[in-house]
Nanobody, 118 residues
Framework: QVQLVESGGGLVQPGGSLRLSCAAS????????MSWYRQAPGKERELVAL????????NYADSVKGRFTISKDNAKNTVYLQMNSLKPEDTAVYYC???????????WGQGTQVTVSS
């Protein structure tokens, strides 16, 4: 059974930091492209950061470049999103996504709320 379980969300003041984690199970983690998406109220879900399965190449939305860092630990089947210098506009539900590089099959986590407010 495929599972993606996010954790680490919460309330943080502007300028603060959070580290999100996504623990994966039920599939070959190292063969999947892992990414983080977010969805703010009234807005479409958007890609935040992505890390490829082989080379570990990363890609970021322009709005988070220089502030967020995606990484993964294949031994722990976990992908992380380190978020620094958080802004109120980063407030959203953050979702973990896994995409099988060969077939394109995708799985989603249940999401974790991040709120940036003073």
């Amino acid at each position: 059974q495929v599972q993606l379980v996010e954790s680490g969300g919460g309330l943080v003041q502007p300028g603060g930091s959070l580290r999100l984690s996504c623990a994966a199970s039920g599939f070959s983690f190292s063969r999947y492209i892992m990414s983080w998406y977010r969805q703010a109220p009234g807005k479409e879900r958007e890609l935040v950061a992505l890390i490829t399965h082989l080379s570990g190449t990363t890609n970021y939305a322009d709005s988070v470049k220089g502030r967020f860092t995606i990484s993964k630990d294949n031994a722990k089947n976990t992908v992380y999103l380190q978020m620094n210098s958080l802004k109120p506009e980063d407030t959203a539900v953050y979702y973990c996504r896994a995409e099988f590089a060969i077939s394109g099959a995708t799985y989603w986590g249940q999401g974790t709320q991040v709120t940036v407010s003073s």
